[in-house]
């Protein structure tokens, strides 16, 4: 039971919508509310041809098949799922990647996307599909990588049609197919330029129908906006089956890949890996994300766990006068909103007038952390900044700050407390045992 095939056309007719930026709902003339996702300024005008939208094709298949679920024939998972060959990878994504899967892998230029993707069809064998490169750019870093080129077939193409139509002739079964980037690709059934809205949503809807079609994974590298968020409309993200997210630094080795959405599995675990001469190591076990032993001012210790996996990191805040008319307030590696909770928090304990001051916080090796018990140690870490004042060594080490942070500034224990403590004695260190934030006073030097 296959997908439905569809009859495309050329256009006859352009018209001229306002699309989401954001979520991809079209609209006959501008407003300034998007209506489906709530937001303000996010609709840009664009000429596209109602012929070629999904609602308006014509099905040309026949007669339509309603399958009962019992009656369909039963796959065993080592059929339906293989592994990537890169375990890390397979961590996050479940069990390994799922026959017909679609899967988003996003992330900043040059975090290394396209080097992990090379590193893992390499092993498995597939086509890469090189939008944005030269088939000899690839064999560059294909060799770089130290994969076999033998089981590479590369397309150098971005049209999207042109890569549907070599997948239906199967002349060759692909299990893996990388699509470098969807912000490349363009159909020529869809008036616009490759990158905007209309045509990324075009160019996706086909690259998943054939997926489905031919039982071929394909994995679609994206792009990032300045905000972090994925090029392109909402909907790119609702219409594949995985989205994964590419952490990290440039100029520090260590990478983090997220599940944001994951059909087949859970969005709780991480994989790591460590940029090298070689491309991407994985980092298995125990990770170290902290900057030496000696207790600084403005930098705190802490715990956090990703998945199931404890990290020690460094949480560094520097707190300086402002000259502007408003203080900046700068947060990277938390949520902005999370971060501003717990300057309020600060402030209104310890009598910390912030209000006047410039706030920067940041989390050493560049990754983003979502964990509740990192409350503490941004508190702690803002505190030291602003006495300019260090904190006393655990005997030979720097103390740990873990907690979660309360609105009124009591600590409590962080979600699993016992992990992170055996974590932290394995290193031969100590967590700070404090139940209210203001008990910082005591332990600045």
């Known amino acids: 039971m296959g997908w439905t095939s569809y009859n495309r056309q050329m256009p006859k007719k352009n018209e001229e919508v306002f699309v989401c930026s954001n979520c991809g709902t079209e609209y006959g003339k501008w407003q300034g509310r998007c209506d489906g996702c709530g937001e303000w300024n996010s609709l840009k005008q664009f000429k ?11 099905i040309v298949s026949g007669k339509i098949e309603v399958v009962n679920l019992a009656k369909i024939e039963k796959i065993g998972d080592n059929e339906m799922i293989y592994s990537s060959q890169i375990a890390e990878l397979d961590r996050v994504l479940g069990k390994g990647i799922v026959r017909g899967s679609v899967i988003l892998f996003a992330g900043e230029p040059g975090i290394g996307k396209s080097t992990l993707l090379t590193q893992s069809v390499g092993k498995i064998g597939g086509l890469y599909v090189a939008g944005e490169e030269s088939g000899e750019q690839v ?14 077939d590369v397309l150098e193409t971005n049209d999207v049609d042109r890569v549907i139509d070599f997948l239906e002739q199967k002349k060759k079964d692909y299990k893996l197919v990388v699509v470098d980037s969807i912000q490349m690709m363009a159909s020529g059934q869809i008036v616009g330029a490759a990158g905007s809205v209309s045509q990324i949503r075009e160019s996706a809807f086909r690259l998943i129908e054939v997926a489905k079609r031919l039982k071929t994974t394909v994995v679609i590298i994206g792009h990032v906006t300045k905000t972090g968020d994925i090029a392109g409309p909402k909907l790119l993200e609702h219409m594949v089956d995985v989205v994964l997210s590419f952490e990290g630094e440039k100029n520090s080795e260590v990478r983090l890949v997220r599940a944001k959405k994951n059909r087949f599995g859970g969005v709780d675990e991480i994989g790591l890996f460590r940029m090298g001469a070689k491309g991407l190591e994985e980092i298995d076990g125990k990770i170290n994300l902290a900057d030496g032993e000696i207790s600084r001012v403005g930098a705190v210790l802490s715990v956090v766990i ?3 996996r404890p990290m020690l990191l460094e949480m560094q805040a520097l707190v300086t006068e402002s000259f502007g008319p408003s203080p900046k307030r700068v947060f990277r590696g938390i949520e902005f909103n999370r971060g501003q909770l717990l300057v309020a928090v600060l402030q209104k304990s310890l009598n910390v007038p912030l209000y006047k001051d410039d706030v920067y916080v940041t989390i050493s090796g560049g990754i983003s952390v979502r964990d509740p018990g990192l409350d503490l140690a941004v508190i702690a ?36 407390q016992e992990k992170r403590q055996k974590e932290i004695e394995r290193m031969g260190m100590e967590i700070v045992k404090i139940g209210d ?5 005591n332990l600045v030097i």
Request: net charge positive.
């Open 48 to 58: 596209v041809s109602r012929s070629t939208t999904a609602s308006s094709r014509k």
């Open 139 to 152: 064999l560059m870093r294909v060799k770089r990588v130290g994969v076999d080129a033998t089981k590479i």
């Open 306 to 308: 990703e998945g199931n």
């Open 381 to 416: 870490a803002l505190y030291s900044s602003y006495e300019n004042k260090a904190y006393g060594l655990v005997g030979k080490n720097r103390p740990v700050f873990v907690g979660e942070v309360s609105l009124l500034g009591g600590v409590r224990k962080a979600n699993m």
């Open 437 to 441: 934030v203001r008990e910082l006073k």
